[in-house]
């Protein structure tokens, strides 16, 4: 058997395999064939292949040399072998037949008729046939301009040279006049030359595109003159707004090459023109060209002239003059000199249109017409190269450079535009929004690929723009100022609020399972998608984490790119819990933190600026951990005990600021924010533990604060430490509270729940030194600038009182009579004398100016805010009269109301003298300022956060008014006010509120001491109201104030009721009930929910109806709810109440919207619209639908919330109407009440078209209707088709008068109307409708219809009929009627 060659043997190893091949004669595995060559395929197609043939290869035979290179000989196409060509085919027929070109279908040219033109015989001639043009005649009249022009193109070139040397006869007078105006050709710019009507210019006296080429001799010329002049008629007929507009539609029509060509050839004639006409002008100014024309060269041989300048052309004017001995000068290319010319001039913009937008280096907008010196290194683009600065493009362009300095430059400008553009300079003079078109044009993922650059400048430069993108440096000036306000280290997550339809759809999906699935399928979308919904989702995707990650610990670089990395991380973790957990969990990234920048032993800084701020600590740091901390209980504990963050809590709070080796700002900062981090853990109920190791730091630095509180100026990081500190002994002392509630051993919160270690006597102490500080502050209330200096301070003090005593009054070990005793002598020594201070009344006074409730414009969005990019759009700060700005009455108001909603809680005779607070002017006047009827502001992150704390306030203030409530025999005078103020805030809060919510329900809001009509008349008024706008008396014991009064008595089950239907998700409930109530260890994160929308719906009061609707159309059976009639009668009972006494509480529920919802109550089953209770209830509050203020009111046409399509709801409503009315009255009056007039004519042809069974059982009396009778009957109907079906339901008795009184009334009225209409205007379609009406209407068999239809005069409920009948028809009606039915029967005959 033969070997097979192996890897590595040689040449001689394979020739030898070879022989013994060869030699054996063995059969080879493959079989060559080789195929004929082209030449002599035709030759042997029929002779079969050798097979036996084989190549060898023998070393012995190759030449030494390779061969020389020889051109082979010229190729001839052959026919292909078995398809030769006919001799007898004529190849230009087989290439026509086959030719599929379109330009085989335009060869068919129609030619111009010239039958009636006059044949000229061709000139005689002594020469027998035309002269033939030979290749030589060329070369003697002109030389070509290039040697790769053809033959026929050198001789149409060299016959235009002499046309054009003869001049334009200027003696020739136009025919046309140019138009009249005071604008004249000349003195226009030449783009305005353009789009002027052609007559007026001398070159348009003889045709340039129609010339006549192609007809003979003098039948050419006279040809195009006919053209011409046609054109010059048509063109002279027409107005220059029509040639303009012509002349636009003929250049979208025409091909753009073709509309190039012609205005070049326009062009040149007028600069031949016009250098004729300066050349015969004597003294005229000259231009200067390089030549008159175009030259030939006068052989073939002689070198192409590819530079020579156009005709016309200045000469470029080169800084240096070239000379022919430099090398590679010879040939001077001026095309690519041009960069050496100096910039063109500044065109000043005339016109308003947009132009580029350009910025310099600083990232400034610069003016279209700015003109700036060029060595400032603005002017380096190739477009508007006159103007300076570089637009977003180029900037994008540059970024892509190989040279690293380009790229970080690029990177640099563009930040600068994000800041400054999110700061507001730009305004109003870009259009659309410069974030948004950088994202859209792939900005983000241009800054995460520059991330992986390998230069330090670039990925420095790609930081900074990323933080440029991301963080608003206001965002976090603003929660870093506010942490210790009232719940201030709460916020809501920075990310977008929009779900997908898909999320929408699983609501009903469990929480957890629905985030399972959410991940997964975020994670198999690319980042693109993500970051198109979501910016920071889509970066998470792109593995951000890690590579910052690598910057920090392996490029390690300067202090400045550190602190945007960091800052990056806080804005990250502010987005939500699941990226707040990534960050957590990304490998080796919070200890390469905590070991590099949070270090517990440094070397000493001076005071120059750091080199490096690895291993040495920074404030940034501490701030990302307390971020993280914030999201969530969980994350606070792996900090503490997986991280070691303990020990730097210890390191940072055990020293003074003014004792830490670090600039003094940032050991200020880092103080505060070690305070802040423990405020945030001990929030859970941990780190309770380091209290007994620091507790001489902090009582050291307790004992500072009076000092520090009296320098002057006060430093505003001084008192952010300050109240940092004040917040860590709050949390501490709720913390000290013993009465948590104790799950059992089994439950799943029995896990979460840590012992506290810390006890009430541990700090009990704190109160004598915490209360001194607050004296303190309160003496500068009257000195403003001072105040507003303080900052959060006051705030602190007050709201660390109200925890101590909180937790004082929770101690079950300790005698009440000790705390009661110390809350009377802190009333009688400092708060009770504060409330009489005249500048404690001119903080209630500002509260309306601070409102963002008040004043709507203020919460404007930022000027970039993107719905994909959440921001608080605080860049510029906030003003100093805002809610959040340094005047504002808020925060200090709010923890004043909340320490006295506290002592009065306890100690109950203080509420009486605490609760005088409420009569401030300044209050009263924002309360009404906050229930009157207006818009609210829309719902943007910055107006959530700052309504959120000004809920607050109302909140405390109604609580505190609720307690005084109940101790006074007699209602408030202002317990109305209160009360309208608590729906209003019930019906405004946000997620992460329900335990406001609930506590209004429970105690505000259905509680009768704030409905002081009930004791001051309100039901006899109302009954007296009634029966003045009705007119009528009814029974006493169905009036609407003897059901106001029966609510009223009702009120304890009405609350009930709304508690159901209108509960809130327990989950939600208990988070924040531990959040309000100081119950740290159910605290499940400082996160609040999304505010995606509204805690509840605006028409909350209708909620139980609605809810009773859906349970009866989701019941297949039909059985009615449980409870169906109380769960009605409770929520009519409130609406009515809300109706008549608070009827600004729904004003934001449509008056069409009220209708659709007592529509659902006839809608539930058939038995409830029969209770006596539910009639009763019903016919009031159609009756307040029906009153002269609210009918105008009603909209059947506009959208409603809650319903898809209300003339669906009328059909449905139609349907139950027959089926289970049997002629109810109330229910008729339902189903008419939209069948006035001007509601929707759908409406109508829905009940006399689809449904005209239910005519029969609408028995309404006319004197019951509880609208007037003219609403139906005016104006006149305009619709035919509702007119036929009025018609054929009176003839054919579907509808009659004891039936549907009302809807008989209102047909005739109408049919009436109609038929005796004379309107000019009328269609031909409409006078044939109401001839034949007429008609009809006179063959009537039905003597008492007839006489209705002809004699009705107007609508009168008080007769039987609802109308009035003339005794004779006037005498018009009458001629009218004659006239039409002349020669017709009378009286019982009827067409058929």
Same mark, same amino acid.
Not at 59 to 79: G, M, Q, T, W
Not at 808 to 813: E, I, V
Not at 863 to 888: Q, R
């Given at each position: 058997?033969l070997?097979?060659?192996?890897?590595g043997?040689?040449?001689?190893?394979?020739?030898?395999?070879?022989s013994?091949?060869?030699?054996?004669?063995?059969?080879?595995?493959?079989?060559?064939?080789?195929?004929?060559?082209r030449?002599?395929?035709?030759?042997?197609?029929?002779?079969?292949l050798?097979?036996?043939?084989?190549d060898?290869?023998?070393?012995?035979?190759?030449p030494?040399?390779?061969?020389?290179?020889?051109?082979a000989?010229p190729?001839?196409?052959?026919?292909?072998?078995g398809?030769p060509?006919?001799d007898?085919?004529?190849?230009?027929?087989?290439?026509?037949r086959h030719?599929?070109?379109?330009?085989?279908v335009?060869?068919?040219i129609?030619?111009?008729?010239?039958?009636?033109?006059?044949?000229?015989l061709?000139?005689?001639?002594?020469?027998?046939f035309?002269?033939?043009?030979?290749?030589?005649?060329?070369?003697?009249?002109?030389?070509?301009v290039s040697?790769?022009?053809?033959i026929?193109?050198?001789e149409?070139?060299?016959?235009?040279?002499?046309?054009?040397?003869?001049p334009?006869?200027?003696?020739?007078?136009?025919t046309?006049?140019p138009?009249?105006?005071?604008?004249t050709?000349?003195?226009?710019?030449?783009r305005?030359?353009?789009?002027?009507p052609?007559?007026g210019?001398?070159?348009?006296?003889?045709?340039?595109?129609?010339?006549?080429?192609?007809?003979?001799?003098?039948?050419?010329k006279?040809e195009?003159?006919? %053209?011409?002049?046609e054109?010059?008629?048509?063109?002279?007929?027409?107005?220059?707004?029509?040639?303009?507009?012509e002349?636009?539609?003929?250049l979208?029509q025409?091909?753009p090459?073709?509309?190039a060509?012609?205005?070049?050839?326009?062009?040149?004639?007028?600069?031949a023109?016009?250098k004729?006409?300066e050349?015969q002008?004597?003294?005229?100014?000259?231009?200067?060209?390089?030549?008159?024309?175009?030259?030939?060269?006068?052989?073939?041989?002689?070198?192409?002239?590819e530079?020579e300048?156009?005709l016309g052309?200045?000469?470029?004017?080169?800084?240096v003059?070239?000379?022919?001995?430099?090398?590679?000068?010879?040939?001077?290319?001026?095309d690519?000199?041009?960069?050496?010319?100096?910039?063109?001039?500044?065109?000043?913009q005339q016109?308003?249109?947009?132009?580029?937008a350009?910025f310099?280096?600083?990232?400034?907008?610069l003016?279209?017409?700015?003109?700036?010196?060029?060595?400032?290194?603005l002017?380096?683009?190739?477009?508007?190269?006159?103007?300076a600065?570089?637009?977003?493009?180029e900037?994008?362009?540059l970024t892509r450079?190989?040279?690293?300095q380009q790229?970080?430059?690029?990177?640099?400008?563009l930040a600068?535009? @994000?800041?400054?553009a999110?700061?507001?300079e730009?305004?109003?003079?870009l259009?659309?929004s410069?974030?948004?078109?950088l994202?859209d044009?792939?900005?983000?993922?241009?800054?995460?690929?520059?991330?992986?650059?390998?230069?330090?400048?670039?990925i420095a430069?790609?930081?900074?723009?990323?933080?440029?993108l991301?963080?608003?440096?206001?965002?976090? *000036?603003?929660?870093?100022?506010?942490?210790?306000?009232?719940h201030?280290?709460?916020?809501?997550?920075?990310?977008?609020?929009?779900?997908d339809?898909?999320?929408?759809e699983?609501?009903?999906?469990p929480?957890?399972?629905?985030?399972?699935?959410?991940?997964?399928?975020?994670?198999?979308?690319p980042?693109?998608?993500?970051?198109?919904?979501?910016?920071?989702k889509?970066l998470?995707?792109?593995?951000?984490?890690?590579?910052?990650?690598?910057?920090?610990e392996?490029?390690?670089?300067g202090p400045?790119v550190v602190?945007?990395i960091?800052a990056?991380l806080?804005?990250?973790?502010?987005?939500?819990?699941?990226?707040?957990?990534r960050?957590l969990?990304c490998?080796?990234? %919070?200890?390469?933190?905590?070991?590099?920048?949070?270090?517990?032993?440094?070397?000493?800084?001076?005071?120059?600026?750091?080199?490096?701020l690895?291993?040495?600590p920074?404030?940034?740091?501490?701030?990302l951990l307390r971020?993280?901390?914030?999201?969530?209980?969980?994350?606070?504990?792996?900090?503490?005990?997986?991280?070691d963050?303990?020990?730097?809590?210890?390191?940072?709070?055990?020293?003074a600021p003014?004792?830490l080796?670090?600039?003094?700002e940032e050991?200020?900062?880092?103080n505060? *924010?070690?305070f802040?981090?423990?405020?945030?853990a001990?929030?859970?109920?941990q780190?309770?533990d380091?209290?007994?190791e620091?507790?001489?730091?902090? @009582?050291?630095a307790?004992?500072?604060m009076?000092?520090?509180?009296s320098?002057?100026p006060?430093?505003?990081?001084?008192?952010?430490?300050?109240?940092?500190?004040?917040t860590?002994?709050?949390?501490?002392t709720?913390?000290?509270?013993s009465?948590?509630?104790?799950?059992s051993?089994?439950s799943?919160?029995?896990s979460?729940?840590?012992?506290?270690s810390i006890t009430?006597?541990?700090v009990?102490?704190?109160q004598?030194?915490?209360?001194?500080?607050?004296?303190?502050?309160?003496k500068l209330l009257p000195r403003?600038e001072m105040?507003?200096a303080?900052?959060?301070?006051?705030?602190?003090c007050?709201?660390?009182?109200?925890?101590?005593?909180?937790?004082?009054?929770r101690?079950?070990?300790?005698?009440?009579e000790?705390?009661l005793q110390d809350?009377?002598?802190l009333?009688?020594?400092?708060?009770?004398?504060?409330?009489s201070?005249?500048s404690?009344?001119?903080?209630?006074d500002?509260l309306g100016?601070?409102?963002l409730?008040?004043?709507?414009?203020?919460?404007?969005p930022?000027?970039e805010?993107l719905?994909?990019?959440?921001?608080l759009g605080?860049?510029g700060?906030?003003?100093?009269?805002?809610?959040?700005g340094?005047?504002s009455p808020f925060?200090?108001l709010?923890?004043?109301?909340?320490?006295?909603?506290?002592?009065?809680q306890?100690?109950?005779?203080l509420?009486?003298?605490?609760?005088?607070?409420?009569?401030a002017?300044?209050?009263?006047?924002?309360f009404l300022?906050?229930?009157?009827?207006v818009?609210?502001?829309?719902?943007?992150?910055?107006s959530?956060?700052?309504?959120?704390h000004?809920?607050?306030?109302?909140?405390l203030?109604?609580i505190?008014?609720?307690?005084?409530?109940?101790l006074?025999?007699?209602?408030a005078p202002?317990a109305?006010?209160?009360?309208?103020?608590?729906?209003?805030?019930?019906?405004?809060?946000?997620?992460?509120?329900?335990?406001?919510?609930?506590?209004?329900?429970?105690?505000?809001v259905?509680r009768?001491?704030?409905?002081?009509?009930?004791?001051?008349?309100g039901?006899?008024?109302?009954d007296?109201?009634?029966?003045l706008?009705?007119?009528?008396?009814?029974d006493?014991?169905?009036g609407r104030?003897a059901?106001?009064?029966q609510a009223?008595?009702?009120?304890?089950?009405?609350?009930?009721c709304?508690?159901?239907?209108?509960?809130?998700?327990?989950?939600s409930?208990?988070a924040?009930?531990?959040l309000?109530?100081g119950?740290?260890?159910?605290?499940?994160?400082?996160?609040?929910?999304l505010?995606?929308?509204?805690?509840?719906?605006?028409?909350?009061?209708?909620?139980?109806?609605?809810?009773?609707?859906?349970?009866?159309?989701?019941?297949?059976?039909g059985?009615?709810?449980?409870?169906?009639?109380?769960t009605?009668m409770?929520?009519?009972?409130?609406?009515l109440?809300?109706?008549?006494?608070?009827?600004?509480?729904?004003?934001?529920?449509?008056?069409?919207a009220?209708?659709?919802?007592?529509?659902?109550?006839f809608?539930?089953?058939?038995?409830?619209?029969?209770?006596?209770p539910?009639?009763?209830?019903?016919?009031?509050l159609?009756?307040?639908?029906?009153?002269?203020?609210?009918?105008?009111?009603?909209?059947?046409?506009?959208?409603?919330?809650?319903?898809?399509?209300?003339?669906?709801?009328?059909?449905?409503?139609?349907e139950?109407?027959?089926?289970?009315s049997?002629g109810?009255?109330?229910?008729?009056?339902?189903?008419?009440?939209?069948?006035?007039?001007r509601?929707?004519v759908?409406?109508?042809?829905?009940?006399?078209g689809?449904h @005209?069974?239910?005519?029969r059982?609408?028995?309404l009396?006319?004197?019951?209707?509880?609208?007037?009778?003219?609403c139906?009957?005016?104006?006149?109907?305009?619709?035919?088709?509702?007119?036929?079906?009025?018609?054929?339901?009176?003839?054919?008795?579907a509808l009659?008068?004891?039936w549907?009184?009302?809807?008989y009334?209102?047909t005739?009225?109408h049919?009436?109307?109609? %038929?005796?209409?004379?309107?000019?205007?009328?269609?031909?379609?409409?006078?044939a409708?109401r001839?034949?009406?007429?008609?009809?209407?006179w063959?009537?068999?039905?003597?008492?219809?007839?006489?209705?239809?002809?004699?009705?005069?107007?609508?009168?409920s008080?007769l039987?009929?609802?109308?009035?009948l003339?005794?004779?028809?006037?005498?018009?009606?009458?001629?009218?009627?004659?006239?039409?039915?002349?020669?017709?029967?009378?009286?019982?005959?009827?067409e058929?």
């Amino acid at each position: 058997m033969l070997s097979r060659p192996k890897p590595g043997e040689s040449e001689v190893d394979l020739l030898r395999f070879q022989s013994q091949f060869l030699a054996a004669g063995a059969a080879p595995a493959v079989q060559l064939v080789k195929k004929g060559s082209r030449r002599g395929a035709s030759a042997n197609l029929d002779q079969p292949l050798l097979q036996d043939h084989r190549d060898t290869v023998m070393l012995d035979s190759l030449p030494d040399l390779p061969p020389a290179l020889v051109p082979a000989p010229p190729k001839r196409a052959k026919p292909s072998p078995g398809h030769p060509l006919a001799d007898h085919e004529d190849p230009e027929e087989r290439l026509n037949r086959h030719d599929q070109h379109i330009t085989a279908v335009l060869t068919k040219i129609i030619e111009r008729d010239t039958s009636s033109v006059a044949v000229n015989l061709p000139v005689p001639s002594g020469v027998a046939f035309p002269p033939v043009f030979h290749r030589s005649q060329g070369r003697q009249r002109k030389p070509a301009v290039s040697g790769k022009k053809s033959i026929f193109a050198q001789e149409i070139a060299a016959r235009r040279v002499p046309e054009a040397s003869v001049p334009p006869v200027r003696g020739v007078v136009p025919t046309l006049d140019p138009p009249e105006g005071p604008v004249t050709y000349e003195s226009l710019t030449p783009r305005e030359k353009y789009h002027q009507p052609p007559w007026g210019s001398h070159n348009f006296q003889e045709p340039h595109l129609v010339t006549g080429k192609g007809l003979r001799g003098q039948e050419a010329k006279q040809e195009a003159q006919t %053209i011409h002049e046609e054109n010059i008629a048509r063109l002279q007929a027409m107005t220059p707004e029509e040639i303009l507009q012509e002349q636009q539609r003929l250049l979208a029509q025409l091909d753009p090459s073709l509309v190039a060509f012609l205005r070049s050839r326009s062009c040149t004639h007028e600069q031949a023109e016009q250098k004729a006409a300066e050349e015969q002008r004597p003294g005229g100014p000259s231009l200067e060209v390089t030549g008159e024309g175009p030259t030939m060269p006068t052989s073939a041989s002689e070198p192409r002239q590819e530079d020579e300048p156009e005709l016309g052309a200045p000469a470029l004017a080169l800084p240096v003059a070239p000379n022919k001995e430099w090398l590679h000068m010879d040939t001077v290319e001026l095309d690519k000199l041009h960069w050496t010319q100096d910039l063109p001039p500044l065109r000043r913009q005339q016109t308003q249109e947009r132009m580029q937008a350009r910025f310099s280096l600083q990232g400034e907008l610069l003016a279209p017409d700015v003109d700036l010196p060029t060595h400032l290194g603005l002017h380096h683009h190739g477009e508007e190269a006159e103007r300076a600065g570089y637009s977003l493009q180029e900037l994008f362009h540059l970024t892509r450079s190989q040279v690293s300095q380009q790229r970080a430059l690029a990177l640099h400008v563009l930040a600068q535009v @994000i800041s400054r553009a999110q700061a507001g300079e730009f305004g109003d003079r870009l259009a659309g929004s410069v974030l948004r078109l950088l994202l859209d044009a792939g900005f983000l993922f241009l800054l995460r690929f520059s991330l992986d650059d390998r230069v330090d400048g670039v990925i420095a430069a790609a930081v900074r723009a990323l933080r440029a993108l991301l963080v608003v440096p206001g965002d976090e *000036e603003l929660l870093d100022s506010t942490f210790s306000w009232y719940h201030g280290a709460m916020v809501f997550p920075l990310m977008p609020s929009q779900e997908d339809k898909e999320d929408e759809e699983e609501d009903e999906e469990p929480s957890g399972e629905k985030a399972k699935k959410k991940s997964r399928e975020e994670g198999n979308r690319p980042p693109s998608d993500l970051a198109r919904h979501d910016v920071i989702k889509g970066l998470l995707a792109t593995n951000l984490l890690p590579r910052l990650r690598y910057v920090l610990e392996v490029t390690r670089p300067g202090p400045s790119v550190v602190l945007d990395i960091l800052a990056v991380l806080i804005r990250l973790a502010r987005h939500s819990l699941e990226s707040a957990t990534r960050v957590l969990e990304c490998p080796r990234l %919070i200890e390469t933190v905590v070991r590099e920048f949070l270090p517990t032993s440094w070397s000493p800084i001076g005071m120059g600026p750091t080199p490096s701020l690895h291993k040495v600590p920074c404030a940034a740091a501490m701030k990302l951990l307390r971020v993280l901390a914030s999201a969530g209980r969980n994350i606070a504990a792996r900090l503490l005990n997986s991280f070691d963050v303990r020990s730097c809590l210890c390191r940072f709070i055990a020293e003074a600021p003014q004792e830490l080796t670090l600039p003094p700002e940032e050991a200020e900062t880092l103080n505060t *924010e070690a305070f802040r981090l423990w405020a945030v853990a001990a929030s859970y109920g941990q780190g309770s533990d380091l209290y007994r190791e620091l507790y001489p730091v902090l @009582i050291r630095a307790l004992q500072a604060m009076p000092k520090e509180l009296s320098t002057r100026p006060a430093q505003p990081l001084s008192m952010q430490r300050i109240a940092s500190l004040l917040t860590v002994l709050t949390q501490l002392t709720l913390a000290a509270s013993s009465t948590t509630p104790k799950p059992s051993s089994g439950s799943a919160e029995a896990s979460l729940l840590v012992t506290s270690s810390i006890t009430w006597t541990q700090v009990s102490g704190l109160q004598p030194l915490v209360e001194p500080c607050l004296r303190q502050t309160l003496k500068l209330l009257p000195r403003l600038e001072m105040w507003s200096a303080l900052g959060p301070v006051p705030t602190a003090c007050l709201l660390f009182l109200d925890a101590f005593y909180q937790a004082w009054s929770r101690q079950p070990d300790l005698c009440p009579e000790d705390w009661l005793q110390d809350m009377e002598r802190l009333s009688e020594e400092l708060l009770l004398p504060l409330l009489s201070q005249p500048s404690l009344g001119s903080l209630w006074d500002s509260l309306g100016r601070c409102s963002l409730l008040c004043n709507p414009q203020s919460c404007a969005p930022a000027p970039e805010a993107l719905p994909s990019l959440v921001s608080l759009g605080c860049t510029g700060g906030c003003p100093p009269l805002s809610l959040a700005g340094s005047a504002s009455p808020f925060p200090v108001l709010t923890s004043l109301l909340c320490l006295f909603n506290t002592l009065a809680q306890i100690h109950k005779g203080l509420c009486g003298q605490l609760a005088t607070v409420l009569a401030a002017p300044g209050l009263q006047n924002y309360f009404l300022q906050c229930v009157a009827p207006v818009a609210a502001p829309p719902l943007t992150p910055f107006s959530a956060w700052a309504l959120r704390h000004e809920y607050h306030l109302q909140y405390l203030a109604l609580i505190l008014a609720q307690r005084a409530a109940t101790l006074q025999p007699v209602p408030a005078p202002s317990a109305a006010l209160h009360h309208s103020m608590a729906l209003a805030l019930l019906s405004r809060l946000l997620p992460g509120s329900e335990h406001l919510a609930h506590e209004l329900m429970l105690s505000c809001v259905f509680r009768l001491e704030f409905l002081p009509e009930r004791a001051a008349g309100g039901p006899e008024a109302a009954d007296f109201s009634d029966r003045l706008s009705l007119g009528s008396s009814r029974d006493p014991g169905c009036g609407r104030g003897a059901l106001l009064a029966q609510a009223c008595r009702d009120l304890p089950s009405i609350r009930s009721c709304y508690l159901t239907h209108c509960s809130l998700a327990r989950p939600s409930l208990k988070a924040s009930q531990a959040l309000y109530r100081g119950e740290l260890q159910r605290i499940p994160a400082l996160l609040l929910p999304l505010p995606k929308e509204l805690l509840l719906p605006t028409d909350w009061p209708f909620q139980p109806l609605v809810h009773l609707y859906h349970q009866a159309s989701d019941t297949p059976s039909g059985i009615p709810p449980a409870d169906a009639v109380g769960t009605a009668m409770r929520a009519l009972q409130w609406v009515l109440v809300l109706e008549s006494w608070r009827p600004q509480a729904l004003w934001a529920v449509p008056p069409a919207a009220r209708l659709a919802r007592l529509m659902c109550v006839f809608l539930v089953d058939s038995e409830l619209f029969r209770e006596t209770p539910i009639q009763h209830l019903v016919a009031a509050l159609l009756a307040r639908l029906c009153q002269p203020e609210v009918l105008p009111k009603l909209n059947l046409d506009c959208p409603l919330p809650g319903l898809a399509s209300f003339p669906d709801l009328y059909a449905n409503f139609l349907e139950h109407f027959e089926a289970v009315s049997f002629g109810d009255h109330l229910f008729g009056a339902l189903v008419l009440f939209p069948l006035q007039r001007r509601f929707s004519v759908t409406l109508r042809l829905v009940l006399f078209g689809e449904h @005209i069974g239910a005519l029969r059982a609408l028995r309404l009396p006319l004197t019951q209707l509880p609208v007037s009778l003219e609403c139906y009957t005016e104006p006149p109907e305009d619709n035919l088709a509702l007119l036929q079906l009025y018609f054929q339901a009176l003839v054919t008795s579907a509808l009659r008068l004891h039936w549907c009184p009302v809807l008989y009334a209102v047909t005739v009225a109408h049919i009436n109307s109609f %038929i005796f209409s004379q309107d000019p205007k009328s269609s031909d379609e409409v006078k044939a409708a109401r001839r034949t009406m007429l008609q009809k209407t006179w063959l009537l068999a039905d003597e008492g219809l007839r006489q209705h239809l002809l004699h009705y005069k107007l609508p009168n409920s008080t007769l039987p009929e609802g109308f009035e009948l003339y005794p004779q028809l006037p005498p018009l009606r009458q001629q009218y009627l004659q006239r039409l039915t002349s020669g017709m029967p009378q009286n019982g005959v009827s067409e058929t």
